[in-house]
């Protein structure tokens, strides 16, 4: 078997990120910024701009106009991602990041500038001052998909990227579809965690996990840890495949019941049925207590969720599933990667698999409810804070697989 570094990584969806056209004129930044007709700046902004594979630098820029509709965000929480860091071991991003370009996509702020759709008429009753979150897409809602409830496979999906800078232009469509209002005792640090939350809320709906069920989730990143706070939340029991102590530790804080260090990844799907089911040849249940299976084929999980983002993870969590379960692929693999599954297998198990992408707005809508409610708090995922202006340095050491879960950027300092 292939070397199973893959557990330790910094897995993330693969969201496509893009910039909002002002901030970005891809690849040609500094053009769009134009003469400042709505807003008199006498200060340019910082922030971080990737120039490319393993290139970030802080520089600070001219704050662009305002168009119809649009509305301004001072940043108050940015928070890092397995996804940025993908882009930053790349240079860039298949659909989207053209560099140099404003970089980062999960944010939470403070409304500092609307600019109505007409100016008689007050922007959806935004005000400056409001606290918010927005998400890092916004569906077109007019497309087959999003007229079918299927906003994450909007056609003209747009995205947005700019979260790490002291503040960031949020276009009109985001404005309308995913910007939402946060409770005042919302703190912006655990606000910023909606979009992946959403995510995740997306991957848990589309599982149909529900209470009672064993779940295995395969990695214990940042989603893969967020899949445990959902999961457990529902009543599931939750056993957690993943390296990295820090990481394993949250996941048992979070409620996972069973936890498995998969070391060098080497016959995982060994090591987690060694693990979870057979302990000196007695068969060991998730469920409280221990019980003995009907039959071998009893063995298995309800759900098997991968959220690691390699083919020898999307093999093995196939494996691991029971009889008629299902598996959800959400770790998004390298873009030509192929798997090997066993079709005796899926058919005669008559096993659901399936795979989750991105979210729609009314995952955003849930993700932050969690959030208010204390399910999902930044408390668990945010093991770090860094200045705006060791952002380089940081990213250089996330790269090097520092195993951070999260960390805050400050953005001003
Ligand atoms: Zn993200
Ligand atoms: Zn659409």
């Not at 979260?163 to 276009?171: D, F, G, H, L, M």
């Not at 998004?332 to 066993?342: E, F, K, N």
């Amino acid at each position: 078997m292939r070397s199973f570094d893959l557990l330790l990584q910094f897995y993330y969806k693969p969201l496509t990120l893009t910039l909002s056209p002002a901030w970005t004129g891809r690849g040609n930044y500094s053009n769009s910024f134009e003469p400042r007709r709505f807003r008199s700046y006498t200060t340019r902004v910082k922030a971080a701009i990737l120039h490319g594979k393993l290139n970030i630098r802080i520089e600070d820029i001219a704050p662009p106009p305002l168009k119809p509709g649009e509305v301004r965000i001072r940043i108050e929480a940015a928070l890092t991602c397995g996804t940025d860091l993908k882009v930053f071991k790349r240079g860039y991003h298949a659909k989207m990041i053209v560099p140099p370009a404003v970089f980062g996509h999960e944010l939470a702020g403070t409304i500092s500038e609307i600019r109505s759709q007409k100016p008689e008429v007050r922007s959806q009753n935004w005000e400056n001052g409001e606290r918010v979150v927005v998400a890092n897409s916004a569906p077109c809602g007019d497309c087959f998909f999003c007229k079918n409830n299927r906003e994450n496979l909007c056609d003209d999906l747009q995205f947005l990227n700019g979260a790490y800078a002291e503040e960031i232009v949020v276009p009109a469509r985001f404005v309308q579809k995913n910007l939402l209002r946060l409770k005042p005792e919302t703190p912006f640090r655990d606000a910023a965690l909606t979009e992946p939350l959403a995510c995740v809320v997306q991957g848990v709906e589309d599982s149909k996990l529900r209470a009672g069920q064993n779940v295995l989730i395969l990695g214990a990143g940042p989603i893969g840890l967020m899949f445990v706070a959902l999961a457990k939340n529902l009543g599931c029991h939750v056993a957690v495949a993943g390296r990295g102590e820090k990481r394993l530790q949250m996941a048992q804080r979070l409620g996972a019941i069973e936890i498995i260090n998969v070391g060098d990844g080497e016959n995982l799907v060994e090591k987690i049925r060694t693990a979870v089911f057979g302990v000196r040849g007695h068969v060991r249940a998730l469920k409280s207590g221990d019980m003995s299976p009907q039959s071998k084929s009893a063995l298995g999980f309800d759900v098997v969720i991968e959220a690691v983002g390699k083919p020898e993870a999307w093999e093995a969590a196939v494996q691991l599933v029971r009889k008629g379960g299902t598996v959800n692929f959400f770790g998004g693999c390298p873009s030509g990667a192929s798997v090997s599954l066993d079709t005796q297998l899926i058919h005669y198990s008559n096993l659901t698999l399936l795979a989750s992408f991105h979210h729609t707005p009314r995952a955003i809508r849930r993700a932050l409810e969690f959030i208010e409610a204390g399910v999902v708090r930044a408390a668990d995922f945010v093991d770090g804070e860094c200045p705006l202006t060791r952002l380089p340095e940081l990213f250089k050491s996330m790269a090097e697989g520092n195993r951070a879960i999260k960390t805050l950027i400050k953005v001003h300092e």
